[in-house]
Structures are given as structure tokens and as C-alpha cells.
């Protein structure tokens, strides 16, 4: 009875989420708008179709560790190594103005520091895929505003997962202490940088150990067996699990094999990812948007939407290169996309936000996500 | 928490199946094999290092799934027609003995019919892949042997599927009839007919339609999707889930798009399936095995292995065909492999079978699996 209720889930999920990703992508948007539109439509919010079982969130788990040891894969340590200063200048304050800016509004409407804190780090995420995307239809990609934004991705994503880390860590002792985030950053960083250090020194060693094995799948087998390990590694020392999938990226991505996982790692992030997106969606509560109801988020949402928007354009201002155009960067660091849905979901998970502000704050990481492409097309065109 | 104990058993459950893969791999027998026993070294039978926690089982669920629908879709309808009569022969006495003296050797040891029934259909399965496989290692897969025994899987695989929806109904219902047993046989091939036949008229449209799209990861996720549906269905109309995604394999076998999805499903399946076969590993006591014990399974374990064995040889019998020999044939149909573990399953999970004798029936499928390899080389190596 269970296992049945799993696969109608599995079927339905992958169904709706293909159907949705699919429109939003000829209409220009990103897939991943339209699975978490599905996912609202689908969960119990609105139709009620699917719940998200046992079985289920497991596998929208691993959905998340896959995601970001993709991620972790296709980024560049050298790309960002070279990119260097501008783009980190543009990743820190795209990180530092939405965060204090985000803190503030949230704090001064009268929520606690604690909820506040998560608001503000669900701020500072970027998800630099969907401007990626969009530069590259529009054959941008080599300008000099695309290596910075690019580069900044990077530092973003690992920034973003430092955060994460720190935020999460607030939330299980339930204060917000300096003393406390300090040691949290601490240990972040200190993962972050032993798994690489060990790891891509290691990395070549297995590879060619793994190279010699007969049996089949041993390659992505080991693959993802490592990315798991360092994501119960990263919760064993009180991190975010997604941070060790992560660095299991960066570390395999330094490899000769790295075309060869990449490519085998895909089929499995087709399935789970989208798995992962739509129960996202599923827990966001329409209802608490609606404007005539009481309670109502729709207000608070858009006010959010407006502030995360307007915070995140001051990395525009980080430009100090000759030649660089600001606004391209500016905009193109706006959608949150899944970093930032990482970090409403962990609140909620940790019981800092409520389910009303949860499904607000959704409604925000999709609207920035949903006004940065046709924006950026915008800013291109009137170039001609 | 929850998920910390997840993510450490895949990690330990990956490692373990692929080292004792390999190893089996290296001595010339089958990576499932080492799969089992790296199961029942790390299961709460032994070691105690991982517990089948709700994820755990979904994954190993799915991970079964996967592979029916991989053995659906390598195998070829065309083929079997054309292996005709010969090839179905072999399968049907391969199928009926070993039914019959596994039913009379447990019903007239005292058990109840229904467990005999059990016992009797877990001796019908029949795991040709490994055959498969040693016959390419010798180099013989064109022998005219070689030929009706690949035959004689795919029938097998069938009727496996039409006993196993019998048994598994029959389990439901708690009696054997003869009515209840033609009702759900009739249902099992209704099922299977209908599948196919609506299912290759329609495939390739729906391919087409899916080549269309432009999100990426389409094709995989449709695939994966449309077996899972049929389980889904298969499972809703009182029948063994596995039954639809090994009919979902047979139905995208047809189409053109074949090779594409077999490539794209093989690093999902090399992630899930070892799942399945560790897990069934770790139900295994082997203390219930121990011949000193009291309430010993260990007796029953190898009578029914020498059961298992010699009933199975009677395939041979059913050679009439000039120019090709029985021996390679009647061994060859020996190993039970993955099926007559699912048989033993569904039994374990129907409460038919108790602990005890599915640790002696995983042991009788590993024994017969284990002999076939080097027995076969033999017969030919006597050749020279």
C-alpha cells in the first residue's frame, strides 16, 4: 500500500513536473519554475494529489545532494581562480547588501532576530544557471559582464553554503550569538577547505583506482557513494548536508574523469532533481497568499520580492573595472532559484519559519527567478 | 537524523556491494553473488552495520523495479519468436518440474500448501543473464545451445512474472483454489497482452512526441515514469508491481529510441540495483543456518539445493532438436539469480514464508547461482 502510494506519487511528480518545466521553458522561463509550479498546484495546498510520504521526501533528498554535487562538478576552481577580484568583490556585496537589508526589513516589522537571520540569508543566495542560461541564448556569454557574473556564481555558491551552514547551526541552538556564527563560519570554511585539500589530492589516486575495477557502474557507484559520504560527514560535524555534496564536485571536477561522471551523473539528476523542486512546491499554502483572506502573506510577499530585488541589484555597484557593463551583473545575480528554496526549507525544517512565511518567501525566490530573463533580454536588445 | 542514517547506509551499502562485486567479479562468478553475502555480512544477522530504514526500502524498491525494466528492454520480441518452439519447450518443462518436486518434497515434509507453493515458484525462476555471461566469456554465444537458452529466458521471464502474480494473489487471499490460480493466471497474460498491445502501437508516437521537447532530461524521465506507471497498474489490479516494469521494457524495446534509453537508464540502475540485492542479503540469519543450532535451517538449505538443482536439469529433456546439445542447455538453466530472490521475497512480505526459510531459500538461489559458472566451463573445456 505504501510502495503503491510512492509510485502513483513518483508518476504523478514526473508528470507534472515535465508538462510545467516544458512550458515555462518555450515561453522562455526556466523548468524549474514550472516544477515548483506544479508542485503548489499538485500538494495539499490546492489539489491534494500527492502527499509527500517517507519514501518520497527521501528520494527529493537525495535529489538536493545530487543537484549541488552537479553543481560542484561543473564549476571551475581555475575559472574562479582567474575571474579573482571583481567577481569576488560582486559576489560579496551581492551577498552583504541583501542579507543586512533583508535582516532589517524583517526585524524592524517586528519578527524575532532569529527568523530574521533566515530571511536575510535566504537572500543573499543567487542562482547564476538561469543568467548563465539566458546570456548564452542570447550569445553573450563571452562578454567580460558574463566571466564576472560567472565567476561570481562560484563564490556565491560557496559563500551561500558558509551561510547556510551558520544559519542552520543558529537554528538548533535557537540564538543568535557572535560567538556562535563565528565558530559555525569556522567550521564551514575549515570543511570546505580540508575536503578539498585532502580530496583533490586523493581524487586522482581513486580515479585511476576505480579505472581498474571490471565490474559494471563502478565509476558513478563511487562517484555518488563519495558525495554521500561527505554530505554525512558535513552533518556529523553540524553542517548543512548539501555543503558536502558540493565540495564532492569541486573535488571530482578536478579530475581526468570528470566529463565521463558528468555525464553518467545526469539520467539520476533528471530523475530526482525534479523531485526535490515540486515537493518544494508542494508545501507552499496558496491560501496564505490570498489577499482578501486574513493572515494574509500576499502583502508581505511582495514587499519581499521588492526588497530582495532592489538589495541584490547593489552588486551592480561592486563593479570598478573600465569596460564592464554594471547592469547585465546587476540583474543577472537577481534569481534565487533552488539556493535560495535550500534555505527556506531549512528554516522550516528547523521551525524558524512558519508555514505562511515559508510559502511567502517561495513566492519571492520564483518571482525573482521569473522578472530576471525577460529583464536581461530587455537590457540586450536596447543595445541594438 | 532520519536522513543522516540514510545517507550512512547507502554509503556503506555502496561500498560493500561494489568491493564484494568485484571480488566475485575477479573469481569468475557473478557481482550479485557479492552482493548478497556483502548483505548478509553488514545486515542485523551478523555485523548489525545497517538497518532497511523506510528510505532505504523505497530506494531498494525502485532499485527492483529498475532492473525488470532493464531486462525488459534487452530483451527482443523478434527474438523469441524466432527461438520458437524448441526455446519454449525448455522453458515450460524448466518451469513445471521444478515446480512440482519443490511443491511434493515441501508439502510431504509437513509444511502447508501455500508455503509449498511459495518454494515450488521460487524454484522456477530462472536467471539466464549469468548464463549469458559465462557463454560470452567462452566465446559460445552463437552455439545453437547458446541460442535456445537465451530463448528460453525471455519465456521464462514471463512465466516467472504470470507465477509470481499467481502466487503473490493467492498469498492475499491466504488459500489455494483452482479458481482463485486461473482467475489471477488469466489476469497476469490479460495484463501482459493488453500492456503490450496497446503499449507497441502507441510507443512510437509518444516517443516522437517526447523527442520534441526541449528540457533537457525528457526522455529518461518519461521512460522511468511510464515503467513505474505500469507498475502502478499492475500493482492496482492485484498483480506483482514488477510485472509492469518489465512490460514497460519489452514495450520500449520496439522503439527506435531503444539504445538512447538503455544508455541513460544503466547509471540509474547501477546506482539502485545493488540496493535491492544487499537488501535482500540483509534479511538473511545466518544464524538460523548454523548446523548446530537448534531449529537448523541448514539441512533444509542444501536438500533444497540439490532439489533445486537436479529438477531444473530436467530441462534438458525437453531438447529434441537434432545438432544441439542438453547438457549446456539443462546447467544452463540452473542459476535462479535476482527472480527466485523476488519470489522469496514477496513470500517473506506476504507472511507466508517465515525468516528461517528465506534465509535457507536466499541460500539455495546463491548455491544454484554459484555452481552454474564453473560447471558450465567445464562441459565445454571436456569439449576439447
Known sequence: MELRELLVGLVLVWLVAKVAGEGMERIGQTAVLGELLAGVLIGPGVLGLVRETEGLHALAELGVLILLFEVGLESNLDDLLRAGLQATL?????????????????????????????????????????????????????????????????VDDILGLVILAVVTGVAQTGSVSLAAVGLLSGKAIVFLVVALLIGIRLAPTLVRWVGRMQARGTL?????????????????????????????????????????????????????????????????????????????????????????????????????????????????MVPRGEVGLIFAGAGLAAGVIEEDLYSALVVVVMLTTFVAPPWLKALYRADK
Request: proline share 3%; no cysteine; charged share 10%.
Open 220 to 332: 558513478i557507484v563511487y562517484s555518488v557513494g563519495f558525495a554521500v559520504a561527505l554530505s554525512a560527514i558535513a552533518d556529523l560535524v553540524g553542517l548543512a548536508t548539501i555543503i558536502g555534496a558540493f565540495a564532492a564536485g569541486l573535488v571530482l571536477a578536478t579530475t581526468e574523469r570528470r566529463h565521463h561522471i558528468e555525464e553518467r551523473i545526469k539520467p539520476v539528476a533528471d530523475l530526482l532533481v525534479p523531485l526535490f523542486f515540486v515537493t518544494v512546491g508542494m508545501k507552499v499554502q496558496p491560501a496564505m497568499l490570498n489577499p482578501f483572506a486574513e493572515n494574509a502573506q500576499f502583502g508581505i510577499a511582495l514587499l519581499l520580492t521588492v526588497v530582495a530585488v532592489v538589495s541584490k541589484l547593489a552588486a551592480g555597484l561592486a563593479v570598478y573595472q573600465r569596460g564592464v557593463r554594471r547592469w547585465p551583473i546587476a540583474v543577472g
Open 90 to 154: 560582486v559576489a560579496l556585496v551581492g551577498v552583504a547588501v541583501p542579507f543586512a537589508v533583508g535582516y532589517g526589513v524583517v526585524y524592524s516589522l517586528g519578527s524575532s532576530a532569529l527568523l530574521a537571520v533566515f530571511v536575510g540569508a535566504t537572500f543573499t543566495a543567487t542562482s547564476v544557471g538561469i543568467t548563465a542560461r539566458v546570456l548564452g541564448d542570447l550569445g553573450r556569454l563571452q562578454d567580460a559582464a558574463a566571466k564576472v557574473v560567472l565567476g561570481a556564481a562560484v
